[in-house]
């Protein structure tokens, strides 16, 4: 099974600053039909998770532009250009390349 | 509006079997790949099982496989993840999702809970 692993696992974040969480998979990603199926998602305390970007950089509908993805292959991040209070949650990446699909193991942000 | 309507969870003792349903609806069901995604208590996502349009194809994580049965039926619009041989470590909330390689949309989720 292909390994998705997040880095890191928890980061300190200032309000207003930038943040970026690594997303690294065990082989590449890129599928048969030449696109990555590498998502991010959000999820808050007792919710389901939101899908915020789809095929690496594709920002889901709703989802701030302060939100971006980007990578290639095998490596990915998450940017948030400037942290708001309501995006000091979890975050997941998720491969849907390979089967059996696979998750990160999350990333939590929390207030420096 | 796409909506996902998990049921079928509860408490089960180990080696028991469970049906779980997801009803689908605002959206064209026979065209989307499902999948089943679970969350164990203050764990991370967990794919379990997905599931083509058509249902010609499937795969589950090996440690559900052999025990686990994910099929649609697109006459009802709905999903189902047939589990048998139940264990403690399957306890968690399952998720249905819209989506295989592109999961887009979630339900709320049922709770699994595998004890004695």
């Known amino acids: 099974d292909v390994v998705m692993t997040q880095s890191p696992l928890s980061l300190p974040v200032t309000l207003g600053q930038p943040a970026s969480i690594s997303c690294r998979s065990s082989?590449?990603?890129?599928?048969?039909?030449?696109?990555?199926?590498l998502n991010w998602f959000q999820q808050r305390p007792g919710q389901s998770p939101r899908r915020l970007i789809y095929?690496?950089?594709n920002r889901d509908s709703g989802v701030p532009d302060r939100f971006s993805g980007s990578g290639s292959g095998s490596d990915f991040t998450l940017k948030i250009s400037g942290v708001e209070a309501e995006d000091v949650v979890l975050y997941y990446c998720m491969q849907g390349t390979h089967w059996p699909f696979t998750f990160g193991q999350g990333t939590k942000l929390e207030i420096k | 509006e796409v909506e996902l309507l998990e049921s079928g969870g509860g408490l089960v003792q180990p080696g028991g079997s469970l049906r779980l349903s997801c009803a689908a609806s605002g959206f064209r069901f026979s065209n989307s790949g499902m999948s089943w995604v679970r969350q164990a208590p203050g764990r991370g996502l967990e794919w379990v099982s997905g599931?083509?349009?058509?249902?010609?194809?499937?795969d589950y994580r090996d440690s559900v496989k052999g025990r686990f049965t994910i099929s649609r039926d697109n006459s009802k619009n709905t999903l189902y993840l047939q589990m048998n041989s139940l264990r403690v470590d399957d306890t968690a909330v399952y998720y249905c999702a819209k989506g295989d390689r592109l999961t887009d949309y979630w339900g709320q989720g049922t709770q699994v809970t595998v004890s004695s």
């Open positions: 095929k690496v950089s």
């Open positions: 082989q590449s990603l890129v599928y048969t039909d030449g696109n990555t199926y």
């Open positions: 599931i083509t349009g058509s249902g010609g194809a499937t």
